[in-house]
């Protein structure tokens, strides 16, 4: 901090600057280059203390800028590395000699696709994985793929997890409802010998064709358990109907 402030002195004592550039309490003023960018506001620039950063905002809303033109940038702190612009990208090179191998990153805008980019700056490729603590989208992410379609995320390859929480709004337990109306099973047969799968639930075209919804798949799977438990005690009350049937009539001999 006190480097900067110090850079701030030696402007304003050596004339160097373009704008004028005057010590408020507790900031900075930046004025306009010249009169052809005033348009009657000026630059507040200061240090935040708890984040330990330079702010430069704007004076009429006190909201820090979209964006900030500079040559270079070296920095110490969150960057971790040097930054450098060349001509439509920015390069990123190794935070330390430890994790030199003489390669460097490449980071643009891609304005067709809307996306920023990172390659290499040896093959020119993406980046085979970036360790990062969060991501926060408002947009699709796309992972070994280009295309999202209407989904969040969409993932080319395979996904490993210990354990995926997915929220549904309904359940099957209506199966067990005394209004619901269980298939006899002389008709749940023709209806698999006509149709080749069980009622409810997806061919194996329109799986093949739109893949497989896990929260739906998941409530017609526990529906056609739950309705193969009311088969299974149908059975089970007929079975013990006709052993009782038939010790009856062994008796009465």
């Excluded at 093959?123 to 947009?139: K, L, M, Q």
């Excluded at 309705?227 to 005690?233: R, S």
Aim: glycine share 8%; aromatic share 12%.
């Amino acid at each position: 901090m006190k480097n900067i402030i110090c850079l701030f002195l030696f402007v304003l004592l050596t004339g160097m600057s373009y704008a004028q550039l005057t010590h408020t309490s507790g900031y900075f003023r930046m004025y306009p280059y010249n009169s052809t960018y005033d348009d009657g506001s000026y630059a507040k620039i200061y240090y935040n203390g708890n984040t330990k950063e330079i702010i430069f905002n704007n004076f009429a809303t006190d909201t820090p800028y979209t964006s900030l033109r500079v040559g270079n940038v070296i920095a110490n702190g969150q960057i971790k590395g040097e930054m450098s612009h060349t001509s439509g990208y920015l390069s990123i090179k190794p935070f330390d000699s430890s994790y030199d191998e003489g390669s460097e990153t490449r980071v643009y805008y891609d304005g067709n696709k809307k996306e920023l980019v990172f390659t290499n700056s040896e093959a020119n490729t993406y980046y085979s994985g970036i360790t990062v603590g969060h991501i926060f989208s408002s947009g699709p992410v796309k992972i070994g793929t280009s295309s999202a379609g209407s989904h969040k995320l969409a993932v080319n390859g395979s996904i490993r997890s210990k354990e995926i929480n997915v929220e549904a709004n309904g359940w099957a337990d209506f199966v067990f409802d005394e209004e619901y109306k269980l298939m006899p099973l002389s008709e749940l047969e023709t209806f698999i010998q006509k149709y080749g799968h069980l009622p409810n639930v997806p061919t194996e075209a329109e799986v093949m064709e739109n893949g497989v919804n896990l929260k739906e798949m998941n409530v017609k799977l526990l529906e056609k358990v739950e309705e193969l438990t009311l088969y299974v005690i149908t059975l089970q009350k007929n079975s013990e109907a006709m052993k009782s049937r038939i010790e009856f009539l062994e008796n009465k001999d």
